[in-house]
């Protein structure tokens, strides 16, 4: 239902013109941080029968500060939610899961799920609502 929801709320909007709440921008900015972290881990030249090694370098380098930046995104969220060491162990995983398999190097539509899942876990615990369903989709994922 969470896909289905989420979908109803982007329908016949645009990305480009979703405002980004300053309640969201710490997530929308963690999403730009890793991104730009891609061009700080050049991929390392080797045979390419599976995925770059460097992977895991930009993985590491992600979950070094995985947790002050959920803690920075629940905070933001909700300022009231009160479980934020508490919902981090858990939230990490989701959130780290969809980058890709850390030992496999390689990556699918699990990988992808996981990231909803992940925005849906947000959901659930009330960092974010219903009404912030279209700026999750058109902004931030």
Request: charged letters at 30%.
């Amino acid at each position: 239902m969470f896909i289905v929801e989420t979908q109803k709320a982007v329908k016949a909007s645009k990305m480009t013109e979703t405002e980004l709440p300053d309640r969201i921008k710490p997530f929308y900015d963690f999403v730009e941080k890793i991104h730009t972290m891609l061009d700080e881990v050049p991929p390392i030249e080797q045979p390419m029968r599976f995925g770059n090694k460097a992977f895991k370098t930009w993985l590491d380098q992600v979950a070094a500060t995985v947790d002050e930046d959920l803690a920075a995104i629940m905070q933001a969220g909700n300022p009231e939610f009160k479980h934020v060491k508490r919902a981090i162990p858990e939230l990490k995983e989701y959130v780290l899961e969809s980058f890709g398999h850390y030992e496999r190097i390689d990556y699918g539509t699990g990988h992808e799920l996981n990231f909803v899942i992940f925005l849906y876990a947000l959901c659930k615990i009330g960092i974010y609502g219903v009404d912030d369903y279209k700026v999750l989709i058109n902004r931030v994922f």
